[in-house]
């Protein structure tokens, strides 16, 4: 069992937490930074934070996080679900110095954390290239347009793990995928609600 899973984050279980830290280890010999696009209070990412401070391994690589600090943005109709109607635009607000002054708290450097809509970032505001990808935008538009951001920085075997697949409560993160599957060639599995992917041909 991972060193940080008893510290598992609000939105992500236990399990997933565990899932999430191997499958990070996995990618430490892997060309490229670490990337969070969706971190909302920074559960995930102290821990994601906490796992590349206390291995030397990863000493080289640096902790990218993004969000819009807005909360949620607009709903599109691939999100339309029953189950989920408290995802509402503006849900889930939380306050850029929060997550800074948490990973103060921690002893943990803070990362490189960027405030924006995904829709408005370009590629220059993400590392070159990626060795591992948390995806966790719970709408349809802010999961594909992350995919755009990231796939052409991935370097060969990074990992992409994106939360909420198949969740009846967040429909549009699935439906992403697999708009995002009909166009890109890639594998994919699941454990728990993460769907865990690996780009195809990637060089």
């Not at 591992?132 to 935008?137: N, R, Y």
Request: hydrophobic share 40%; net charge negative; proline share 4%.
């Amino acid at each position: 069992m991972p060193k940080f899973a008893a510290n598992a984050p609000v939105q992500v279980s236990s399990k997933e937490t565990e899932i999430i830290l191997e499958l990070l280890n996995l990618t430490v010999d892997t060309e490229g930074d670490i990337v969070e696009l969706g971190c909302y209070r920074g559960d995930t990412s102290l821990l994601l934070g906490k796992a590349i401070q206390k291995d030397d391994r990863f000493k080289e690589k640096i902790l990218w996080l993004y969000d819009s600090f807005a909360g949620l943005p607009a709903k599109t109709t691939f999100d339309s679900s029953v189950a989920g109607d408290g995802f509402k635009e503006g849900e889930l607000l939380v306050s850029k110095r929060e997550v800074v002054e948490r990973f103060k708290r921690s002893g943990l450097k803070v990362p490189r954390i960027k405030k924006s809509f995904f829709e408005q970032l370009g590629p220059s505001d993400l590392p070159e290239k990626i060795s591992f990808a948390f995806l966790d935008g719970d709408l349809y538009q802010s999961i594909l347009t992350s995919l755009n951001l990231i796939w052409d920085k991935l370097s060969e075997d990074a990992i992409v793990i994106i939360h909420d697949y198949n969740n009846p409560e967040l429909p549009g993160v699935t439906k992403a995928i697999e708009n995002w599957r009909s166009i890109h060639k890639f594998s994919i599995s699941q454990k728990e609600t993460l769907a865990i992917i690996k780009k195809i041909g990637c060089q």
